[in-house]
């Protein structure tokens, strides 16, 4: 497991667990009940402070068949540095994970099958 300290504070960056997916998931709705679509995407790393997520990242394909990478934080979290140590971070876990040949044709249609495995999964369990 690939942990990140952010400079001078107490935020690490890390990749999502399964014991992560209700904050995580609440974070993304962010208080609304809606059930959850594909446009959730995979969620690939998130950035804790003392013990509370306060970003998740996540991986979607685009209409261009590209993958995309979105950063959700909390309403009173500044940005800052945190937007670009979480994205750094994703792109290298998403790449060492899902291996150099994600951006092509081949490898979209896995990556939409997982996505739309995990939001049929999450909607069944909540």
């Not at 951006?103 to 739309?116: C, D, H, M, R, W």
Request: proline share 3%.
């Amino acid at each position: 497991m690939e942990t990140t300290a952010i400079k001078n504070t107490s935020i690490k960056v890390r990749e999502v667990y399964l014991s992560d997916l209700t904050a995580v998931i609440n974070l993304y709705l962010n208080g609304s009940t809606d059930e959850l679509t594909t446009d959730f995407g995979l969620p690939v790393g998130l950035a804790e402070q003392n013990g509370d997520i306060i970003a998740c990242s996540f991986v979607n394909i685009n209409s261009s068949g590209q993958p995309t990478f979105r950063i959700n934080m909390g309403s009173s979290l500044e940005t800052g540095c945190l937007g670009e140590d979480l994205n750094h971070f994703t792109v290298n876990r998403f790449a060492s994970v899902w291996g150099p040949a994600v951006g092509t044709v081949s490898a979209v249609q896995p990556l939409k099958n997982a996505i739309k495995r995990l939001v049929d999964w999450l909607n069944q369990c909540s």
